[in-house]
């Protein structure tokens, strides 16, 4: 599996209905006039995701494609917020193929 499809996997998760949804209600619940700064935040958080795969292998030196998911928390200065988020993000369901070998 390529970076790009595991970005692409992950990005349509931290981009689906469940996690817009719990954003927008955390930033509603902000002071108004921070809402907008906090929006911008969340979105240039989330495009500087990145993806660095790891050589692991599995019992016969079978490839197990497994990868190391990064993104720039010190965007979002809130510390209260940003463990909302990464805790909700790290709670997530993502796609996970079989493993062979």
Same mark, same amino acid.
């Given at each position: 599996?390529?970076? $790009? ?6 990005? *349509?998760?931290?981009? @689906? *209905?469940?996690? +817009? ?7 509603? =619940? ?5 809402? %907008? ?10 495009? +500087?995701?990145?993806? %660095?795969?790891? %050589?692991? $292998? ?5 490839? +197990?494609?497994?990868? @190391?998911?990064? =993104?720039?928390? =010190?965007?979002?200065? @809130?510390?209260?917020?940003?463990? *909302? ?17």
């Amino acid at each position: 599996m390529s970076n $790009k499809l595991v970005h692409k996997y992950l990005f *349509n998760t931290w981009s @689906n *209905n469940i996690t +817009s949804q719990f954003i927008q209600e955390g930033i509603l =619940a902000m002071e108004e006039s921070t809402q %907008e700064d906090a929006f911008q935040k969340v979105q240039r958080f989330m495009d +500087s995701m990145w993806v %660095e795969p790891l %050589e692991t $292998k599995v019992t016969g030196g079978v490839m +197990s494609p497994t990868f @190391n998911i990064f =993104a720039q928390g =010190a965007i979002i200065e @809130n510390t209260h917020a940003w463990s *909302n988020i990464r805790t909700h993000l790290a709670g997530r369901k993502y796609l996970v193929l079989p493993r062979h070998g």
